[in-house]
């Protein structure tokens, strides 16, 4: 992969044409590839999102791209999603000179609509596993182009920008960002990249409907917890959410995702 400056990251590399989704791709090989193998695909017919939501894109138009992580521990899951989203924040900075925030806890924005959609899941047992970091980032779409999928609050680098980024420089871009955060996560912890991540996190502050003892309840998002959650307040007391059971209401000008 040209524009890779990686040491691990992304050196097993396959490009495929076509494939269900890149992370069950990865999932289902997970035991006979190595730490760090990354996949990418041209099209998904299968792309998935976060909530069982599927995530759309027509051939060539967008980045779809998985990593492989092994050796992942349950306990660290939460904090996967938040380094994820803060090394496509920082790799479009590098390579695009565009600022993304980031809505709790790993959609990437710019302008307050979405460019980048992140799904990371898991296979752990007994402490040990493997978990995947799925990556989709819209790159050429026109506005009307994903209005037309019912997309009406994504964006896409060249509806913003109205410049064409190459999948494979976009790719290089993020990893390389991903690795030096997983890098300096192992060597420092959490704290540093969770000072980085507060600084483009948008969601502080906001109201946020949140599922809370089986109810949807409304509460203000407070801060970023050790382990990735989103402390809020709900009722005056402060909750820990995690992610899957909170949406950001007024982010993208509607209350609701
Ligand atoms: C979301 O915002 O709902 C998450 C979207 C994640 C999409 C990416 S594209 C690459 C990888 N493969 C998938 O099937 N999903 C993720």
Redesign the pocket.
Known sequence: MTGLATSWLGRHYQHLAEVD???DYLKERADSLPHGAVVTADL?TK????RG?S?VALPGQSL???ALLHHWKLEEMGRLPLIAGLAVAEGLEQLCGISCQIKWSN?VLLGGQKLC???CESRIARHQGFAVV???INLRQQQQELHDLGLVYAVSLFSVTGKYFGAEDVAAAVLNQLELLLEQYSAEGFGPILALYRRRCVTLGQTVRVLWEDREQLGTALDIGEDGSLLCNIDGKVRSVVAGEASVRGIYGYSGL
């Open positions: 989704s890149t992370n998904q792309g998935r999102g976060r939501k995530w779809a791209m998985t959609d959609g992140i799904l799925g990556i989709g």
